[in-house]
């Protein structure tokens, strides 16, 4: 438990916690709204008697005030069940040992799943690329965490991705409302995810999506001529990457702008990771932030992309 | 366009360097195995055809500037491909082509001479002219007599066959003279535009900065010059500078020396090279000394003559790259006896009372080679001047100016003259007539007669005096000789270089005895004391004899004024007036058509003939008929001016020292395509710009690109 279980990393995160913004359906008791009314002290609303209702629950005080019969209703409060999706795929292969995007992911990964489990939420795990690999049931047990972080250690990034299919397969499968945590480089097909997203929000799922990126992707810093080769093919490009180093950076921001916009607009937490951050500190932003901002607004559900594909800066688009 | 050093192209393989350099970059790199290749590719997919043009772009500045380099030091000159174009002038011009036919056109290289290149050029210069021009086309040698004057060639042909059927002139050119004569021509002419164009081989001789002043009044009024240079470097060239008698009078049956100047401007030593010496065409070898390259050396020569009179004499080197200045030309006048005339301004009745009775004792006693003449002096002076080998002026009281003006120049033509004191002798009107202020023949200024108190004659050690050899005999003999009177003369401080004392007598004053004066190619001898025994009794001394005679032989010479001349002089002799001919005719050795000389009644000197210009060398002959004494002749020769070639070529860059502000446009032809191959005008500083200036684009437009982007 010492590659991806970082002390530093949980210790920061660890007592901001994590807290699901919208209702989730847990299976036991637990710190988070549920849809369904309970046995909790906090007040949820009034309904009118119906014969069968049990009478305990009967307000007299409002019958006094109204001569009618009222049910009193009180939230329920439930644990969470959080599935970690991580993408195993070859791109996120990319970066010296120990700095590998994947490495990243799988950190993030452990540390949220460590604050998760602290709550006594459940957690599972999916690795993934154009396919799940590795699949855990969520799980509140400690030892949870251990298989996670094994399970994690065990798998070698490989393969391609179609994160779309991924998800869309794990939306159809998760019974209850939850979180679904992905980590992934986003390096496929944005229109299939978008759609699988979608999928989730519609299960009700509260979805973050966390975008790791390595620097030398978001920057270009190579100062001689390269061959890049396909990470997840064989195809090969030579270029000189001073010549269009900007309109490079330009289209990544382009890419991150609008996956962000999207997760914005349809209530989706995006954060951007890079590998060079102090992970710590970004996850700690993150969740102080999502603390004190609430619940995600979603102004709409996520679906395909619009005819737009992600278009290029450069000397054409300015 | 063509190249001066054409090999160099070869060179031109390097200019693929920058794009080797681009390939070989291009193998240099990093391998990536990278994620986002989609973002890379629509970022590429956008800006390839921006990348691909910079890089266009670069390579081929990389390439020009390579290639401008290897270009600019192969030295190209600029294409005449289209010769009318070059010739082009906006509106219809007067144009005057020169063609040099000086003595150096003959220089030849694979058979083909420059003069032959000439043509050649000229021809396609005349073909690629408009009939809209008006021409005149005229050469070197007759730079005043255009065969072709302000035509309008509708058909070159006619033209073309005159300048194919040019020949070469054995003159030297002088560009100053040909310049102005073009400048007659263009003054003469009807059209606004101007132009000239010279067609030469550029070798040094005859350019000079005389020619500034016309040229730079060319370039304001705006008379274009062109110059087409046929010429190449000199090489291997031998020539006789010149060739002249050493002995000054020619006797039959007595050794006449002569000298020649032979210079050797090639690489290799002439050793033991024979040459062909021929007298009235019987040719005979003789062995030339060991000549250093880039040496002159003088060559004696020693011939004996049977017959008296006039003989040609000619002197031919082995064949060379200019044949033009190979062989010299030689008239030399054999006679039996040295005439000498004795102009007595004292005569007497009886023997030895004439001033100059001793003096022909001296000179002819037991010496048949020479005659002498006596005449009185006032018989001399009113009769015509003939030109004897030695003159001797004795106690003659005085010349006439226009006498003396006519000694004057028989002097200059080599004529020697002794001059003895006397009573009779006016000091003031000899002072007036022949010192002039130390311009005529005196070689002092004559001041009075005094009463001399000498104990001798002393001669001056002076390593060539004609008295040398009185300094041999013994010191009594001269010591006996004690005049009674001398003439004292005025002798500046300084004496002029022509001027030396020969000899003083040994009195407290040093006073002269006997006077040099060189003027020309002849000498003036002055004794201040009589030649009879008025003043002294040395003419009946034994020195007197030895004396006399080793001043006449010093000074004795024969005039050649009109025979001996070089190529570009004119051909004149003088004719009796009173026997003036109809006409007279002038043969060239091996020229079939006669040449029609001009009988100048005017001329300053008295009626001659007169052939205006020489062109060609060899041996000419007048002939023509006095009336009443029947034919004669006269043997001239004219020798080729080897000044012209003189192994040097005018560079484009002195061209400004001759031209001042004019710039000629070059057009060099080189004749081995028998075409215009180029313009002559060098490109390779306009190349040298160009390169400095793709390096600059280069470097801005590479640092420019290579930004970040």
Same mark, same amino acid.
């Given at each position: 438990?010492?590659?991806?279980?970082?002390?530093a990393?949980?210790?920061?995160?660890?007592?901001?916690?994590?807290?699901?913004?919208?209702?989730?359906?847990?299976?036991?008791?637990?710190?988070?709204?549920?849809?369904?009314?309970?046995?909790?002290?906090?007040?949820?609303?009034?309904?009118?008697?119906?014969?069968?209702?049990?009478?305990?629950?009967?307000?007299?005080?409002?019958?006094?005030?109204?001569?009618?019969?009222?049910?009193k209703?009180?939230?329920?409060?439930?644990?969470?069940?959080?599935?970690?999706?991580?993408?195993?795929?070859?791109?996120?292969?990319?970066?010296?040992?120990?700095?590998?995007?994947?490495?990243?992911?799988?950190?993030?990964?452990v540390?949220?799943?460590?604050?998760?489990?602290?709550?006594?939420?459940?957690?599972?795990?999916?690795?993934?690329?154009?396919?799940?690999?590795?699949?855990?049931?969520?799980?509140?047990?400690?030892?949870?965490l251990?298989?996670?972080?094994?399970?994690?250690?065990?798998?070698?990034?490989?393969?391609?991705?179609?994160?779309?299919?991924?998800?869309?397969?794990?939306?159809?499968?998760?019974?209850?409302?939850?979180?679904?945590?992905?980590?992934?480089?986003?390096?496929?097909?944005?229109?299939?995810?978008?759609?699988?997203?979608?999928?989730?929000?519609?299960?009700?799922h509260?979805?973050v999506?966390?975008?790791?990126?390595?620097?030398?992707?978001?920057?270009?810093?190579?100062?001689?001529?390269?061959?890049?080769?396909?990470?997840?093919?064989?195809?090969?490009?030579?270029?000189?990457?001073?010549?269009f180093?900007?309109?490079?950076?330009?289209?990544?921001?382009?890419f991150?702008?609008?996956?962000?916009?999207?997760?914005?607009?349809?209530?989706?937490?995006?954060?951007?990771?890079?590998?060079?951050?102090?992970?710590?500190?970004?996850?700690?932003?993150?969740?102080?932030?999502?603390?004190?901002?609430?619940?995600?607004?979603?102004?709409?559900?996520?679906?395909?992309?619009s005819?737009?594909?992600?278009?290029?800066?450069?000397?054409?688009?300015? | 366009?063509?190249?001066?050093?054409?090999?160099l192209?070869?060179?031109?393989?390097?200019?693929?360097?920058?794009?080797?350099?681009?390939?070989?970059?291009?193998?240099?790199?990093?391998?990536?195995?990278?994620a986002?290749?989609?973002?890379?590719?629509?970022?590429?997919?956008?800006?390839?055809?921006?990348?691909?043009?910079?890089?266009?772009?670069?390579?081929?500045?990389?390439?020009?500037?390579?290639?401008?380099?290897?270009?600019?030091?192969?030295?190209?000159?600029?294409?005449?491909?289209?010769?009318a174009?070059?010739?082009?002038?906006?509106?219809?011009?007067s144009?005057?082509?020169?063609?040099?036919?000086?003595?150096?056109?003959?220089?030849?290289?694979?058979?083909?001479?420059?003069?032959g290149?000439?043509?050649?050029?000229?021809?396609?210069?005349?073909?690629?002219?408009?009939?809209?021009?008006?021409?005149?086309?005229?050469?070197?040698?007759?730079p005043?007599?255009?065969?072709?004057?302000?035509?309008?060639?509708?058909?070159?042909?006619?033209?073309?066959?005159?300048?194919?059927?040019?020949?070469?002139?054995?003159?030297?050119?002088?560009?100053?003279?040909?310049?102005?004569?073009?400048d007659?021509?263009?003054?003469?002419?009807?059209?606004?535009?101007?132009?000239?164009?010279?067609?030469?081989?550029?070798?040094?001789s005859?350019?000079?900065?005389?020619?500034?002043?016309?040229?730079?009044?060319?370039?304001?009024?705006?008379?274009?010059?062109?110059?087409?240079?046929?010429?190449?470097?000199?090489?291997?060239?031998?020539?006789?500078?010149?060739?002249?008698?050493?002995?000054?009078?020619?006797?039959?049956?007595?050794?006449?020396?002569?000298?020649?100047?032979?210079?050797?401007?090639?690489?290799?030593?002439?050793?033991?090279?024979?040459?062909?010496?021929?007298?009235?065409?019987?040719?005979?070898?003789?062995?030339?000394?060991?000549?250093?390259?880039?040496?002159?050396?003088?060559?004696?020569?020693?011939?004996?003559?049977?017959?008296?009179?006039?003989?040609?004499?000619?002197?031919?080197?082995?064949?060379?790259s200019?044949?033009?200045?190979?062989e010299?030309f030689?008239?030399?006048?054999?006679?039996?006896?040295?005439?000498?005339?004795?102009?007595?301004?004292?005569?007497?009745?009886?023997?030895?009372?004439?001033?100059?009775?001793?003096?022909?004792?001296?000179?002819?006693?037991?010496?048949?080679?020479?005659?002498?003449?006596?005449?009185?002096?006032?018989?001399?002076? %009113?009769?015509?001047? &003939?030109?004897?080998?030695?003159?001797? /002026? +004795?106690?003659?009281?005085? !010349?006439? $100016? @226009?006498?003396? *003006?006519?000694?004057?120049?028989?002097?200059?033509?080599?004529?020697?003259?002794?001059?003895?004191?006397?009573?009779?002798?006016?000091?003031q009107?000899w002072?007036?007539?022949?010192?002039?202020?130390?311009?005529?023949?005196?070689?002092?200024?004559?001041?009075?007669?005094?009463?001399?108190?000498?104990? %001798?004659?002393i001669? &001056?050690?002076?390593?060539?005096?004609? /008295? +040398?050899?009185?300094?041999? !005999?013994? $010191? @009594?003999?001269l *010591?006996?000789?004690?005049?009674?009177?001398?003439?004292?003369?005025?002798?500046p401080?300084?004496?002029?270089?022509?001027?030396?004392?020969?000899?003083?007598?040994?009195?407290?004053?040093?006073?002269?005895?006997?006077?040099?004066?060189r003027?020309?190619?002849?000498?003036?001898?002055?004794?201040?004391?009589?030649?009879?025994?008025?003043?002294?009794?040395?003419?009946?001394?034994?020195?007197?004899?030895?004396?006399?005679?080793?001043?006449?032989?010093?000074?004795?010479?024969?005039?050649?004024?009109?025979?001996?001349l070089?190529?570009?002089?004119?051909?004149?002799?003088?004719?009796?007036?009173?026997?003036?001919?109809?006409?007279?005719?002038?043969?060239?050795?091996?020229?079939?058509?006669?040449?029609?000389?001009?009988?100048?009644?005017?001329?300053?000197?008295?009626?001659?003939?007169?052939?205006?210009?020489?062109?060609?060398?060899?041996?000419?002959?007048?002939?023509?008929?006095?009336?009443?004494?029947?034919?004669?002749?006269?043997?001239?020769?004219?020798?080729?001016?080897?000044?012209?070639?003189?192994p040097?070529?005018?560079?484009?860059?002195?061209?400004?020292?001759?031209?001042?502000?004019?710039?000629?446009?070059?057009?060099?032809?080189?004749?081995?395509?028998?075409?215009?191959?180029?313009?002559?005008?060098?490109?390779?500083?306009?190349?040298?710009?160009?390169?400095?200036?793709?390096?600059?684009?280069?470097?801005?437009?590479?640092?420019?690109?290579?930004?970040?982007?």
């Open positions: 438990m010492s590659r991806y279980f970082q002390p990393v949980i210790g920061r995160i660890a007592r901001i916690g994590f807290r699901a913004g919208q209702p989730v359906e847990g299976s036991i008791t637990g710190q988070h709204r549920s849809p369904l009314h309970g046995l909790s002290a906090e007040f949820a609303d009034f309904r009118t008697y119906t014969p069968g209702d049990d009478l305990k629950h009967l307000d007299w005080r409002a019958y006094a005030r109204s001569d009618r019969y009222y049910i209703r009180f939230e329920e409060e439930s644990n969470l069940r959080c599935w970690l999706i991580v993408d195993d795929s070859a791109s996120m292969n990319y970066g010296p040992e120990g700095e590998r995007k994947y490495d990243i992911a799988a950190t993030a990964a540390s949220l799943a460590a604050v998760l489990l602290k709550q006594r939420d459940a957690v599972g795990l999916a690795t993934a690329g154009s396919k799940i690999r590795e699949e855990l049931r969520p799980s509140g047990a400690q030892s949870q251990i298989k996670l972080e094994e399970t994690l250690t065990r798998v070698t990034p490989g393969g391609e991705t179609d994160l779309g299919a991924v998800v869309r397969e794990l939306a159809d499968r998760i019974p209850r409302r939850g979180l679904v945590v992905i980590c992934s480089d986003l390096f496929t097909d944005l229109d299939h995810l978008y759609e699988a997203l979608g999928r989730l929000q519609y299960g009700g509260a979805v999506l966390l975008h790791i990126l390595h620097r030398d992707e978001a920057e270009l810093p190579f100062n001689d001529s390269v061959i890049f080769r396909d990470i997840e093919g064989s195809e090969e490009l030579f270029a000189e990457p001073w010549s180093r900007t309109a490079y950076q330009q289209a990544i921001e382009q991150c702008g609008e996956v962000r916009e999207r997760c914005q607009y349809c209530g989706i937490d995006y954060v951007r990771l890079l590998t060079d951050e102090d992970l710590g500190l970004a996850l700690s932003r993150y969740l102080a932030d999502r603390q004190h901002r609430g619940p995600a607004k979603h102004r709409g559900r996520m679906g395909p992309t005819p737009a594909s992600p278009t290029v800066g450069g000397e054409t688009h300015g | 366009m063509s190249f001066l050093a054409p090999w192209l070869y060179a031109t393989v390097l200019a693929s360097a920058p794009i080797i350099i681009h390939l070989l970059n291009r193998r240099r790199f990093l391998r990536v195995d990278w986002p290749m989609k973002y890379l590719k629509l970022t590429l997919k956008a800006n390839r055809r921006r990348l691909r043009i910079e890089q266009w772009i670069l390579l081929a500045v990389r390439t020009l500037a390579v290639a401008a380099l290897i270009f600019a030091v192969a030295r190209p000159v600029s294409s005449t491909t289209d010769l174009g070059f010739l082009r002038l906006q509106g219809r011009a144009r005057v082509i020169v063609i040099d036919d000086s003595l150096s056109m003959t220089h030849s290289s694979g058979g083909v001479s420059a003069f290149r000439a043509l050649q050029a000229a021809e396609q210069v005349l073909r690629a002219l408009g009939p809209q021009d008006s021409l005149t086309v005229c050469t070197t040698s007759r005043r007599s255009p065969f072709v004057r302000h035509a309008q060639l509708d058909s070159p042909d006619q033209v073309v066959a005159q300048v194919l059927a040019l020949t070469p002139s054995d003159v030297a050119s002088h560009w100053a003279s040909t310049f102005a004569a073009a007659e021509h263009l003054q003469s002419s009807v059209f606004p535009i101007r132009e000239v164009i010279v067609v030469t081989d550029l070798w040094s005859g350019w000079g900065p005389d020619m500034v002043d016309l040229a730079d009044r060319w370039a304001t009024d705006g008379v274009t010059l062109r110059i087409v240079d046929v010429g190449l470097d000199p090489s291997e060239n031998r020539r006789i500078l010149s060739f002249a008698q050493a002995d000054p009078v020619a006797l039959v049956d007595t050794e006449v020396r002569f000298l020649a100047e032979i210079r050797n401007d090639g690489r290799e030593a002439m050793l033991s090279e024979q040459a062909l010496v021929s007298v009235n065409d019987v040719v005979q070898s003789v062995t030339l000394p060991d000549i250093p390259p880039g040496e002159t050396v003088e060559a004696p020569l020693t011939l004996t003559f049977d017959e008296p009179g006039q003989h040609q004499l000619r002197l031919q080197l082995p064949q060379d200019v044949p033009g200045d190979n010299r030689l008239t030399v006048d054999v006679r039996r006896q040295v005439e000498v005339t004795l102009v007595d301004g004292d005569p007497g009745v009886k023997p030895f009372d004439s001033e100059t009775d001793f003096l022909a004792l001296a000179l002819t006693a037991g010496n048949s080679q020479w005659k002498a003449q006596q005449v009185i002096s006032s018989d001399w002076i %009113g009769q015509p001047l &003939e030109a004897p080998d030695v003159l001797v /002026l +004795a106690n003659v009281d005085q !010349i006439p $100016p @226009e006498r003396a *003006a006519e000694l004057e120049a028989l002097v200059q033509a080599g004529m020697g003259v002794l001059i003895f004191a006397g009573d009779e002798v006016d000091s009107a002072n007036e007539a022949l010192h002039r202020d130390g311009r005529g023949l005196l070689p002092a200024r004559i001041e009075q007669v005094r009463e001399a108190e000498s104990t %001798g004659l001669v &001056e050690p002076l390593a060539d005096s004609p /008295l +040398a050899a009185l300094q041999r !005999i013994a $010191p @009594e003999a *010591a006996r000789i004690r005049p009674r009177r001398v003439l004292e003369v005025a002798l401080a300084d004496l002029p270089e022509h001027v030396r004392v020969l000899a003083r007598w040994n009195d407290s004053k040093q006073t002269p005895a006997l006077l040099e004066k003027l020309g190619l002849g000498r003036v001898l002055f004794w201040t004391v009589t030649a009879d025994r008025a003043w002294s009794d040395w003419p009946i001394e034994p020195s007197f004899v030895l004396s006399t005679r080793l001043a006449a032989q010093a000074v004795a010479a024969r005039v050649s004024r009109w025979e001996n070089i190529c570009g002089q004119p051909l004149r002799f003088p004719l009796d007036a009173q026997t003036l001919p109809q006409s007279v005719s002038i043969d060239r050795a091996g020229s079939p058509e006669p040449l029609e000389a001009v009988i100048d009644r005017a001329a300053a000197e008295g009626p001659e003939f007169l052939l205006p210009s020489t062109r060609l060398a060899g041996a000419y002959e007048a002939t023509w008929d006095e009336p009443g004494l029947g034919a004669r002749s006269r043997q001239f020769a004219v020798s080729p001016d080897a000044r012209d070639s003189e040097e070529r005018v560079r484009e860059s002195d061209l400004p020292r001759y031209l001042g502000q004019l710039i000629p446009k070059m057009l060099r032809f080189t004749g081995e395509s028998l075409s215009l191959a180029s313009e002559g005008t060098e490109l390779w500083r306009s190349l040298a710009f160009a390169m400095i200036g793709l390096l600059l684009f280069e470097s801005l437009f590479a640092t420019w690109i290579g930004r970040v982007r």
